[in-house]
């Protein structure tokens, strides 16, 4: 058997994602050739908010409509994973969770794939005060750069003396 990093040998790739599969942030889903998930892990209907079970990928994770040709193009082994970053979940709270969602090529074709779901929630959060913080520093640039130019205009006294 010949390994090849672009397309993980099924079995292995099922024990890495059982083996993160409990921890809380972290789930995943098997999905058969004909695209219906057939197993999932104990945490994956409660972050994808839906029951998944039989259920097609598209009707499970909406997220993926619209990405019928790169699944097709995963399945042919053109390409290794789908992924769609910073998915947002609206809580019953109101509040908002943050998913990764990846989709993963097995190794043999009749394997089918492998659906990641990664809470992000916290990282997410982090980023958006880190990216707000910037668009502030920049404004108050903005701002500095405004009053020294009125300074400035000052400085040299009124027109025409």
């Known amino acids: 058997m010949t390994l090849d990093p672009a397309r993980p040998d099924a079995a292995a790739l099922q024990l890495a994602a059982q083996a993160l599969s409990h921890r809380a942030a972290f789930a995943y889903a098997r999905l058969s050739p004909e695209l219906t998930i057939t197993t999932t892990s104990p ?12 259920r097609s990928l598209f009707a499970a994770l909406p997220e993926f409509v619209g990405l019928e040709a790169d699944v097709a193009d995963l399945r042919a082994g053109l390409t290794a994973e789908i992924r769609i970053a910073r998915v947002n979940r609206e809580q019953a709270d109101g509040s908002l969770r943050y998913l990764d969602l990846s989709l993963v090529a097995l190794s043999e074709p009749e394997a089918g794939l492998l659906i990641l779901i990664e809470d992000v929630s916290d990282i997410a959060a982090l980023e958006q005060l880190v990216q707000q913080a910037h668009n502030e520093v920049g404004l108050l640039r903005r701002d500095v750069m405004r009053l020294q130019a ?4 000052l400085a040299s006294g009124p027109a025409g003396e």
């Open 43 to 54: 945490h994956f209907d409660r972050l994808a908010q839906t029951v998944t079970l039989g």
């Open 150 to 153: 009125a300074v400035q205009r």
